[in-house]
């Protein structure tokens, strides 16, 4: 099972930690509030995040999609709640003058977000049906995958989320903390649009 194991890590590393809103968002506020300040939305991501990979477990998500009023609903709440992160992060004072002024996105938004985000149910589904660990029988297989992929959701946002927060570290100066939440928020809303075009 080892060769089918790393197999399905490789591809959660590929499919899931690529560039999306969920990853660039995390990234984004860790850069522009800092790896403390950005716990409670990486918590509400990868808790949303995990949902996802249940529901996409559980078949719910074609059960969802099935209903054809509800899909463009979770689509424009994921547009407008990742528009208004974007908003949040472009206008987010430089760390070195935050002491409390500015809130950083909660566990809550974090929460919205994931489960809103197209991505992450193509990304999972994609994951999941794409794998087999050749494990007997299939519900056991199911829920080991469901295991390892709730794993890799940690590692992924807490990778994504740490590299953030390193650039906070050279983000004191007024210009370059500017510039940096200006580019990140661009980024976000190019993923954003990406996603819901593929979507």
């Given at each position: 099972?080892?060769?089918q194991?790393l ?9 899931m930690?690529?560039?999306?809103p ?15 300040r950005?716990?409670?939305?990486l ?6 995040t ?15 999609l099935?209903?054809?009023r ?11 709640y ?17 002491d409390?002024?500015a ?11 994931a489960?809103a ?34 794993i890799?959701?940690v ?5 994504w ?24 928020a661009?980024i ?10 593929k979507?």
């Amino acid at each position: 099972m080892a060769p089918q194991l790393l197999a399905l890590i490789l591809t959660a590393v590929v499919v899931m930690g690529s560039p999306g809103p969920s990853t660039m968002s995390v990234t984004a506020v860790g850069a522009a509030f800092g790896f403390r300040r950005a716990l409670a939305y990486l918590a509400g991501l990868v808790a949303g995040t995990t949902a996802v990979l249940f529901a996409v477990a559980a078949g719910v998500v074609s059960m969802l999609l099935s209903v054809p009023r509800l899909a463009p609903v979770l689509v424009a709440v994921s547009a407008v709640y990742m528009a208004y992160l974007a908003f949040k992060i472009a206008t987010a004072p430089p760390l070195a003058r935050q002491d409390g002024e500015a809130r950083a996105p909660s566990f809550a938004g974090g929460f919205v977000l994931a489960i809103a985000n197209p991505k992450a149910y193509l990304a999972i589904a994609a994951v999941f049906a794409g794998t087999t660990l050749a494990v007997e029988p299939r519900l056991v297989e199911a829920l080991l995958k469901s295991a390892v992929l709730t794993i890799m959701i940690v590692v992924i946002h807490l990778f994504w989320l740490l590299a953030g927060a390193a650039l906070s570290r050279v983000l004191r100066d007024p210009v370059a903390s500017r510039i940096v939440n200006l580019l990140f928020a661009a980024i976000l809303i190019a993923t954003t649009v990406m996603a819901l075009v593929k979507g």
